[in-house]
């Protein structure tokens, strides 16, 4: 059986944590900041984990992670 290939984009995104959860960077900081709050782009900056529905998916796209 040949090996399974990670999705690259994916290995790049997502992190597993000590625990096994998986760990992500929140969306809208990249453009468009001039009018969101200072508060919401300092919360934007912390990572957080991903959603229990999407984990399956996730740990079947990165089967070594």
């Given at each position: 059986?040949?090996?399974m290939k990670?999705?690259?984009?994916?290995?790049?995104r997502f992190k597993l944590t000590g625990s096994g959860k998986l760990k992500?960077?929140?969306?809208?900081?990249s453009h468009i900041l001039t009018k969101k709050s200072a508060k919401r782009k300092r919360n934007l900056?912390?990572?957080?984990?991903?959603d229990s529905s999407?984990?399956?998916n996730m740990k079947k796209?990165?089967?070594y992670l």
């Amino acid at each position: 059986m040949p090996k399974m290939k990670t999705n690259r984009s994916a290995a790049k995104r997502f992190k597993l944590t000590g625990s096994g959860k998986l760990k992500r960077n929140k969306a809208n900081k990249s453009h468009i900041l001039t009018k969101k709050s200072a508060k919401r782009k300092r919360n934007l900056r912390k990572s957080t984990t991903t959603d229990s529905s999407n984990v399956k998916n996730m740990k079947k796209i990165l089967p070594y992670l």
